[in-house]
């Protein structure tokens, strides 16, 4: 069975500029997370998807931050417009419901030059 | 608010060593605490989860304790290996978390062994 999938693996942009992430859960995985993880720290939730509906987006910077999941499956985060401060690995995650183990994929690096 | 430290923040051991990872948590209110392990470029793996009712739990030379009221748990691994060299992240589900899965973690702690 195939885990989480992520796209692209590295990303380096300029600030100011759009940049968008891809994420793919396991199948059948109904509860999608997005994290964002600062170097030399643990994963901190964005937003959580219960199918299509962002359920928890309290995280999310939503004055520069969008995330969208498309017939609650696919998922995309988009920043616009890039800050330095940006620069990090973004985490999807997936689980089964929202009580379920959260298992995860292996990120996105984000360079904001 | 719930917040997880690790110490210590960097590890560097010879092979074949016992050693200890700690994690401790500043509200004893939890569903669970789980262990993960990160390679550099992956994602999160986890390797043992523990109830809030349970004591410790076991994995071949992983054991990992719990000990809620003082908000305290380690991860022991027994004769370490070249090949468990990688970021162990402690997270915690706190107890009241409306009703899902939600996972705070500490910042990790970085294992280097040596051979």
């Known amino acids: 069975e195939a885990g989480v999938v992520q796209s692209p693996r590295y990303k380096i942009i300029e600030k100011k500029q759009p940049v968008a992430f891809w994420c793919n859960p396991i199948s059948g995985h109904n509860t999608l997370y997005w994290y964002l993880q600062n170097l030399g720290q643990g994963p901190e939730l964005l937003i959580r998807?219960?199918?299509?509906?962002?359920?928890?987006d309290s995280q999310l910077p939503k004055d520069r931050f969008s995330a969208e999941r498309l017939k609650g499956v696919d998922s995309t985060l988009k920043i616009q417009p890039a800050e330095l401060g940006d620069s990090a690995v973004y985490l999807c995650?997936?689980?089964?419901?929202?009580?379920?183990?959260?298992?995860f994929g292996p990120g996105t690096r984000l360079t904001v030059l | 608010k719930q917040e997880v430290t690790q110490i210590p923040a960097a590890l560097s051991v010879p092979e074949g060593e016992n050693l200890v990872l700690n994690c401790s948590f500043t509200?004893?209110?939890?569903?669970?605490l789980q262990w993960f392990r990160q390679d550099p470029g992956k994602g999160l793996t986890s390797l043992l989860l523990i109830q809030s009712s349970q004591r410790e739990q076991t994995s071949g030379r992983l054991n990992a304790s719990l000990d809620k009221s003082s908000g305290r748990s380690t991860l022991y691994i027994a004769a370490s290996q070249p090949g468990d060299s990688a970021t162990y992240l402690c997270a915690v589900r706190p107890l009241f978390s409306g009703g899902y899965n939600k996972l705070i973690f500490g910042a990790g702690t970085r294992l280097a062994v040596h051979p």
């Open positions: 995650a997936s689980s089964l419901s929202p009580t379920d183990t959260q298992y």
């Open positions: 509200d004893s209110a939890i569903y669970n």
């Open positions: 998807y219960e199918n299509e509906e962002a359920v928890d």
